[in-house]
């Protein structure tokens, strides 16, 4: 199977021919017969796991998009796996509007406002002779953890982590990674409260550079 994937990678022809059968040129969908015939098959699906009528889920066979139990995804949100994995974990809520574009790692009791962007790719620009969707992607998973909540209108960009029980403010525009424990706000995002174990309250701090929290 592995030989055969690179052979068909290899050749220009073939790879442009299947692609084609599998999604309309200039419209990065699957058509209906891989979402209703092959989809199903290879992507695991939890019990009770609530996709809204109106929300569109663009995903291919050829990455994960795993969803664990008691994930919603509400009305109008785009989801896609055409450049990376997707992984929801346990009570997963993806708001009213809201785009999550693979690689993208969001773990038990992630939340999700309304209308907010995560993507874990850039569209790659270094060959000024190309228009920029015609470059390799510059991919960087992006890994929410969990019980994180990250409110309206938000954008998460590539390669970030945020890490578990934090709270990033709505509007907020997230570039670098977040400690566990931090609520964030701003563009960029800056982290203003952590939670003192000690004291057990949130405690203000004036913005540190984040450190990476485990996962």
Known sequence: ????????????????????????????????????????????????????????????????????????????????????????????????????????????????????FISGFNHGYKDTSKNSSDQELDKRPVIVDKDSHIGANSVIVAGVHIGKKCQIGAGSVVTKDIPDYSVAVGNPAKVIKRYDFEKKEWVKTSFMPPSSSSL
């Not at 699957?30 to 996709?51: A, Q």
């Not at 109106?54 to 008691?70: A, E, G, K, N």
């Not at 450049?83 to 809201?98: H, K, P, Q």
């Open 1 to 116: 199977m592995n030989n055969l994937k690179e052979k068909i990678k290899q050749n220009g022809k073939i790879k442009r021919f299947i692609l084609l059968l599998i999604s309309p040129s200039r419209n990065p969908r699957p058509r209906l017969w891989v979402r209703l015939f092959i989809n199903p098959f290879v992507h695991k699906r939890g019990k009770k796991v609530s996709i809204h009528r109106r929300s569109r889920i663009d995903v291919f066979p050829w990455h994960r998009f795993d969803l664990c139990d008691y994930v919603t995804i509400e009305d109008f949100a785009t989801i896609n796996n055409g450049a990376g994995d997707l992984y929801f974990g346990e009570n997963v809520r993806i708001g009213i509007g809201s785009v999550v574009i693979g690689p993208v790692i969001l773990k038990s009791g992630v939340g999700l406002g309304q209308h907010v």
